[in-house]
């Protein structure tokens, strides 16, 4: 029987994938531990477009701030389904986040994205049985694009008229939004762009925790707990 080593810390947030906790983590990886899944980037304990942003945050935060976002990991587990309402809300609140921010041909692309995401959302509430909250969502991304005047007026003449299915919003759209976003932030000639990031994740997760309800509970102990042990397991 081979006796393992014991393991003096706990191990830090990295970018990228990994194959276990002893050669690092990304941050949803430590939620598929968390959350009794095979360890993975893309458990199914969390909506797909919420994983992926939580993934590009990770990503695009420099190595001095990425641990700052562990607190915020326990809060992902259990808010999935697939109600494209959430994939819209999740892309508008990225959007409007970094439209003001970021370079202009990024800008075009976002206040472009907003504008369509943001049509179809109302659509979409407006069909629903069950209508879901965007009023301050909404208005956010108003004012995001009055603060981007002429990406705002060159994205209403692009997008007139177009019209945006579900299907290609979840699959496509809405992803592509959050990549240029995240990027955008992190690029961009702002102050502290690693807490900006941590904002907006935080923010979606508040989102998200509104629209589909709140998830498995855990406590910040219970998390440096579980990594402490998942450093060991994956030894």
């Not at 949803?28 to 458990?43: K, N, V």
């Not at 923010?203 to 579980?226: E, K, M, Y």
Request: proline letters at 7%; charged letters at 20%.
């Amino acid at each position: 029987m081979t006796r393992r080593q014991p393991v003096d810390s706990v191990p830090m947030l990295s970018r990228g994938k990994h194959r276990n906790p002893h050669r690092g983590a990304c941050f949803m990886e430590f939620a598929s531990y968390l959350a009794g899944e095979r360890w993975t980037d893309h458990p199914q304990c969390t909506h797909p477009l919420l994983a992926g942003l939580a993934r590009a945050v990770n990503d695009h935060t420099s190595d001095d701030s990425r641990h700052a976002l562990i607190g915020l990991i326990p809060s992902v587990i259990g808010l999935t389904g697939d109600d494209p309402r959430v994939d819209a809300g999740i892309a508008i609140r990225c959007a409007a986040a970094a439209l003001p921010d970021v370079a202009e041909p990024r800008q075009r692309a976002l206040a472009a994205g907003l504008i369509v995401t943001n049509r179809l959302l109302g659509e979409l509430n407006t069909e629903s049985s069950e209508r879901m909250e965007v009023t301050d969502l909404r208005a956010h991304a108003q004012t995001a694009l009055e603060m981007a005047p002429q990406a705002a007026r060159w994205a209403a003449n692009f997008t007139e008229g177009a019209r945006l299915e579900p299907r290609t919003l979840q699959r496509q759209s809405a992803p592509c939004i959050v990549r240029v976003a995240v990027v955008g932030i992190a690029e961009a000639c702002i102050p502290d762009p690693d807490k900006r990031l941590h904002q907006l994740l935080e923010n979606v997760i508040h989102d998200c925790t509104r629209w589909l309800g709140p998830g498995q509970p855990f406590d910040t102990v219970d998390v440096s707990a579980a990594m402490f042990r998942a450093a060991a397991v994956f030894h």
